[in-house]
């Protein structure tokens, strides 16, 4: 199999996690730790001092020596759905958390909210 369709299988495994903000559950956080965890990043939850909310996953990828610190943010928690009645695609339904298919086109729920954080840590380690 390509990188590529590696890269396409692993971002579609994390897109199907259904993890949404203020929903989040303690499997949800293990789900999104495993699939890193699969690729060498070991992620530690950080709880909220408070204990509400969810809590932020923390980890680090070494750079070569002497390469400057780069920090990066993003989110693993999601949106609410919605009503999924209107999840379509050119007349297409489609379901929360099931990235769909369309010829050239890859449908992913969320994907502006969690794919800049995978692109990041997916890029910066060899498959």
């Known amino acids: 199999m390509s990188s590529r369709h590696d890269r396409l299988e692993l971002l579609d495994r994390y897109l199907r996690i259904p ?13 999104v730790r495993d699939l890193w965890h699969g690729l060498g990043l070991e992620l530690t939850p950080l709880a909220p001092e408070d204990g509400r909310g969810t809590p932020a996953l923390y980890g ?32 297409v ?18 994907f502006y909210r969690q794919s800049a ?8 380690r060899p498959m």
């Open 19 to 31: 993890s949404i903000s203020r929903q989040v559950t303690p499997e949800m956080i293990e789900a």
């Open 60 to 91: 680090e990828l070494p750079g070569p020596a002497g390469a400057p610190t780069l920090l990066l943010y993003g989110h693993y928690d999601v949106q609410p759905t919605g009503d999924p009645a209107r999840w379509k695609w050119q007349g």
């Open 93 to 110: 339904t489609c379901e929360p958390f099931v990235p769909a298919y369309f010829l050239e086109h890859y449908v992913l729920r969320h």
């Open 117 to 124: 954080l995978y692109a990041a840590i997916v890029s910066s």
